[in-house]
Structures are given as structure tokens and as C-alpha cells.
């Protein structure tokens, strides 16, 4: 798949690493120096320094029939302009925005931005398992606060590990918008089986998140032994 990522800093940096395989061909576009600096040594991967809304540098940087056009540039406008060009001008077969301005969403949606995320950043740290819960159960404020997105890890020991999305029953008041399995991002299907060490991102209003902390992080039955019970059964007769 051929993915380009334009503008950004940290952000840029971590979705790079997400798409960056040998599946993937990624292609970075930046109007700072000092990023482009960044990305090249940190990444090993050739990136591009110039205005990615300027026709000139897209050519330069040869998008043309992308998969995949991010915008993660800090001006909304500039993000439309990106990505508008790239789809007119360069064939790209899906794009995606980003925007601080909320009621930006609709109006670039109407015009032809397949994806339009509005969010100050979309993405963190990798998940350490080490770290305390609190420490890696991180909450995304969308849309002045009125929906919410919590990256919560699985470990071995929760019910919904090991299981099917569609076999854990998630309550309606949520929905798993994706899967972060490194160095992978998974889009959540019913047949989707949650693994030891994923990240999930779940949808939520803001006064259900603790309902939706609790509900995944519910801990497994423990398995009463055949001889347990027995004697478990004499002592209630």
C-alpha cells in the first residue's frame, strides 16, 4: 500500500511507524526542515521538505495513485488544500484530514475529503505493558468534548481476551472503532479476535467512560477443578 503522510511532528512520526513494513510504501512530505531532519534519521526513509498543498512538491515526492493521503498539517485550511490536490490532481484513492475546527468536518466531507477527523492529536505512546493502567488507559477528547475515544490495553487475564468482538457482547453505550496490534492498526469486525497486548479504541460518550473501563477490563472466571467442586458440593449437602 502506498501511504503518504503529510505534515505533523510527533503524530506524523508514530503513524510512520504504524504503516512503515515491508507491505507498505510511505511517503513523507513536511514543510519543516527540522522534521524532515527528524523522520530521515529516526525512520531510515527518504522525506520530502516542502508545503505538501503546493502542486510542485507533491510531484516531487511522486504521490501519484496513492492508497492513502494523511494531512496532519496544524492549519485546517492547509489540510483541505492537501488533500483536495492530491485527490484532483494525483488519483489518490482516499484521504484523510485533520482539523481543530469542529464545524470544518461537514463542509470538507461536501467537498470530496473522504475522512475528516476533527481532534488535536489523534494518537500517543506506544503501550508499555509494565505500566500501570492508569498510566496507559489515555482518553482523546473529540468534538468540544461531547464524544470520547479511550485506548485501553487487554491483558491475558480480562474475559474479552481471546474472544471475538461479536462473542464479548459490548454494551451498546460503546463501540471498538479499531485495534492497535503492532505494529498494526486492525479495523474492528465482529470476527475481529481480541489478543493479549491490543490496544483498543472505544467510542464512547464522556459520562460512560467509566462504565466502559470496567466492562473490558473485567476479570476472567477462575476454573473450579473437578475435585474442588466435588468437595465444594459435599460441603453444601
Known amino acids: 500500500m502506498k501511504v503518504v503522510i503529510a505534515g505533523g511532528n510527533n503524530e506524523a512520526e508514530y503513524i510512520i511507524g504504524m504503516f512503515l513494513n515491508k507491505q507498505n510504501e510511505v511517503i513523507v512530505i513536511n514543510s519543516s526542515s527540522a522534521v ?16 505538501p498543498w503546493r502542486k510542485y512538491c507533491l510531484e516531487e515526492a511522486d504521490i501519484f495513485s496513492a492508497d492513502v493521503f494523511i494531512s496532519l498539517c496544524p492549519v485546517d485550511t492547509d489540510n483541505f ?3 483536495l ?12 484530514c485533520l482539523v481543530n475546527n469542529p464545524s470544518n468536518v461537514e463542509l470538507y466531507k461536501e467537498f ?11 494518537l500517543g ?25 479511550i485506548e485501553i490495553p487487554v491483558f491475558s487475564s480480562y474475559e474479552v481476551c481471546g474472544k471475538t468482538l461479536r462473542e464479548s457482547h459490548f454494551p451498546g453505550y460503546c463501540s ?3 485495534i492497535f496490534r503492532s505494529p498494526e492498526v486492525l479495523i474492528a ?6 489478543e493479549p497486548k491490543d490496544a483498543l479504541f472505544i ?21 473450579t477443578s473437578g475435585a474442588k467442586k466435588a468437595s465444594a458440593d459435599k460441603k453444601t449437602k
Open 85 to 96: 490536490m492530491a485527490k484532483k490532481c494525483f488519483n489518490v484513492q482516499r484521504s484523510v
Open 81 to 83: 488544500a492537501a488533500c
Open 189 to 194: 469486525k465482529g470476527d475481529t479476535v481480541i
Open 112 to 122: 470530496g475529503i473522504d475522512s475528516v477527523i476533527s481532534s488535536p492529536y489523534l
Open 203 to 223: 467510542v464512547c460518550k464522556p459520562a460512560d467512560e467509566p462504565k466502559v473501563k470496567t466492562f473490558v477490563t473485567k476479570p476472567k472466571e477462575k476454573k
Open 176 to 178: 471498538v472503532s479499531a
Open 36 to 51: 524532515v531532519n527528524k523522520i530521515s534519521k529516526r525512520k531510515k526513509i527518504c522525506a520530502y521538505h516542502g508545503d
Open 125 to 149: 505512546k506506544t503501550i508499555q505493558e509494565e505500566a500501570s493502567i492508569e498510566d496507559i488507559m489515555r482518553t482523546i477528547s473529540l468534538e468540544n468534548d461531547q464524544i470520547k475515544v
